[in-house]
C-alpha cells in the first residue's frame, strides 16, 4: 500500500507508556502507521548497519490490515525486511520474533478498546517490550519530525509467512498430553483472534488422542463484533460463556480479549473466577517442577498469592503494575512464573512474555492430574482471602482523593508500601485486611482493590467505607 509523509509535525498522541493506541482517524491512520514503521526502522538501524527484519501481523479489527501493510511500507523504506505473518494474536508475534531469531515484531491491534480504535504492541531483539523508558518514546520524536534520513539505497523485502505450526507445538511443551483426562471446554474467541489457533490445536489433540471436546462460542473472527468487543473483565461480556458452560454441563469455560494475550476462566458451575486466584494456581503448578523458583506477582492483591508461594517453598517477588515491569523484572530475577491479577500471566520459556494460551493448558493439565473440578481448586484459596476485584472510579482530581483515604487510614496501618501508588494493610480488633489505590496513567480514573484473611465482611465493609471517601 503506497503511502506518502504528511506535512503535519503534530504530537502524536496514539503513543502510550507501553504501547500505542489511538481513536481512527486524527489520532492513528495510514499515513501515521507508515511514519511510524519509518521511524521504527531507523529506530533499529541506530545501533549497526546490519539488514534488519521485522515480523508483523494484525488483530481482525476492519482496519488492522491497512494498517498493517502502511506500516510495512514505512520499515520497507527504512530498509527494513518485512516478515507479514497475517492475522495473529500479540503472543504469535512474541513467539515469532524469537523463533525466527528477527530484529523486532509489530502487532496491530486495539485489544479490548472501542470498536473505533485502534493501536500496535511492539518488541525488539528476543521479544523484549519496547516501552516509554526502553525506545518507544524515540520513536515518537522520530515519527512526529519526521527527521528521517534518506529512503534506504536498498529497500527492504517483504513476504508472507507463518509460524502457526511451530507456535502451536510450543504451547504442547507446557503439558504432558499424558495427563489430560477427558474433558469438555467451552472456548469463546469473542469473534476475535483466539479462533485459529484453537483450531490448530483441536487438530493436534486429535491427531495425538487428547480426549478434549471444545464447544466454541462466538468462534468467527469477525471485525464487525456482532457480540460486542471482547473483554471478559466485564460482566456484560461473560454471559454468553456462562451459558455455554452450564448448557453443556462442561468442566471449564475459557474467554479471551481480542488479541487473546489475557484469558479468562470461568468454573464448571459457570461462575468467574478472578485472576488474582488463577495467579496462585498457576505459581503452584510451577513451584511443583520448578523447586524454590521465584514467582512474580503485582501489589493490588498479593496475601493469596504470596501464601500460595511461601507454602510450596518458592520465592515471592512484588512488581509493579504492567507487563514492561513485570518482564524486566522477570529477565532480573530469573523468575519462572509472572501473574498480574488482570489475568496477564508471563512465562520463562516464552520469552518472558504474556500468553493467552498458555494458561489454560497448565489448568487443565492441573485440574486432570489431582482430579479436581476447577471450583474446588479456587474455592478454599477464595475463602480464605477475599477479594472485591479491581474498582474503578472516575474522578476529578484523582490525586486529592488519594491523598484523603491515605489521611484517614495511614495513622492505624502496619504497614504502608509505595510499589505501585499505595499499599496499606492493617491487623485490628476486626481482623486484617489491605487495599492498594493507584491512579491511571492515561484517564482520570483511580483503582481500588481490597482483601482480607477468612472475612468477607470486613473486606465490603472496608470496600464500601473507601469508596464514599474517595467520592466525598
Not at 520513536?139 to 512526529?144: D, V
Request: charge should be negative; glycine fraction near 8%.
Amino acid at each position: 500500500m503506497p503511502a506518502t509523509i504528511s506535512s503535519s509535525k503534530a504530537k502524536l498522541t496514539c503513543f502510550k507508556a507501553y504501547d500505542i493506541r489511538g481513536q481512527l482517524g486524527e489520532e492513528l491512520n495510514n499515513d501515521i502507521a507508515y511514519r511510524i514503521g519509518r521511524a521504527y526502522g531507523e529506530f533499529l538501524h541506530s545501533d549497526e548497519s546490519k539488514a534488519k527484519t521485522v515480523v508483523v501481523g494484525g488483530d481482525i479489527r476492519l482496519t488492522s490490515e491497512e494498517l498493517k501493510l502502511a506500516l510495512a511500507d514505512g520499515l520497507m523504506d527504512a530498509g527494513v525486511n518485512v516478515i507479514d505473518l497475517g492475522m495473529t494474536g500479540t503472543e504469535e508475534i512474541y513467539f515469532a520474533t524469537s523463533h525466527l531469531s528477527v530484529d523486532g515484531g509489530v502487532e496491530v491491534t486495539a485489544s479490548h478498546n472501542p470498536m473505533d480504535y485502534n493501536g500496535m504492541k511492539l518488541v525488539k531483539n528476543e521479544s523484549k517490550p519496547i516501552s516509554g523508558d526502553s525506545g518507544l518514546f524515540d520513536i515518537q520524536t522520530l515519527a512526529e519530525t519526521q527527521a528521517f534520513t534518506e529512503k534506504a539505497l536498498l529497500r527492504g523485502t517483504y513476504k508472507l509467512s507463518s509460524t502457526l505450526d511451530a507456535y502451536v507445538q510450543h504451547l504442547l511443551t507446557y503439558i504432558n498430553v499424558n495427563n489430560i483426562k477427558p474433558l469438555k471446554l467451552v472456548v469463546n474467541s469473542g469473534n476475535g483472534a483466539a479462533g485459529h489457533v484453537i483450531d490448530a490445536l483441536e487438530a493436534q489433540f486429535t491427531k495425538l488422542n487428547v480426549p478434549v471436546e471444545f464447544i466454541k462460542v462466538n468462534h468467527e473472527a469477525d471485525g464487525h463484533f456482532p457480540n460486542g468487543i471482547p473483554n471478559p473483565l466485564l460482566t456484560e461480556s461473560r454471559q454468553d460463556t456462562i451459558d455455554a458452560v452450564l448448557a453443556n454441563n462442561a468442566d471449564m469455560g475459557i474467554a479471551w480479549d481480542g488479541d487473546f494475550d489475557r484469558c479468562f476462566l470461568f468454573d464448571e458451575k459457570g461462575q468467574f473466577v478472578e485472576g488474582y486466584y488463577i495467579v496462585g494456581l498457576l505459581a503452584e503448578a510451577f513451584l511443583q517442577k520448578n523447586a524454590g523458583a521465584k514467582i512474580i506477582h503485582d501489589p493490588r492483591l498479593t496475601w493469596n498469592t504470596i501464601d500460595v508461594v511461601n507454602a510450596a517453598g518458592g520465592k515471592p517477588v512484588v512488581c509493579k503494575t504492567g507487563h514492561a515491569f513485570i518482564k524486566e523484572r522477570m529477565r532480573s530475577e530469573d523468575a519462572v512464573y509472572g501473574g498480574e491479577m488482570s489475568a496477564h500471566h508471563y512465562f520463562r520459556d516464552f520469552m518472558y512474555c504474556d500468553s493467552g494460551m498458555i494458561p489454560w493448558l497448565l489448568v487443565a493439565e492441573l485440574l486432570c492430574v489431582k482430579k479436581l473440578k476447577l471450583s474446588d481448586a479456587v474455592s478454599r484459596r477464595i475463602a480464605a482471602y477475599p477479594s472485591s476485584g479491581e474498582i474503578n472510579s472516575k474522578l476529578e482530581n484523582p490525586q486529592l482523593a488519594i491523598t484523603r483515604v491515605l489521611e484517614k487510614y495511614q495513622a492505624d496501618a502496619v504497614l504502608v508500601d509505595h510499589t505501585d501508588g499505595i499499599s496499606l494493610e492493617f491487623s485490628d480488633a476486626n481482623g486484617e485486611w489491605r487495599f492498594n489505590l493507584r491512579s491511571s496513567n492515561t484517564e482520570p480514573v483511580v483503582r481500588l482493590n481490597v482483601e482480607s484473611k477468612m472475612n468477607i465482611s470486613l473486606m465490603k465493609t472496608k470496600t464500601d467505607e473507601i469508596l464514599a471517601i474517595l467520592n466525598a
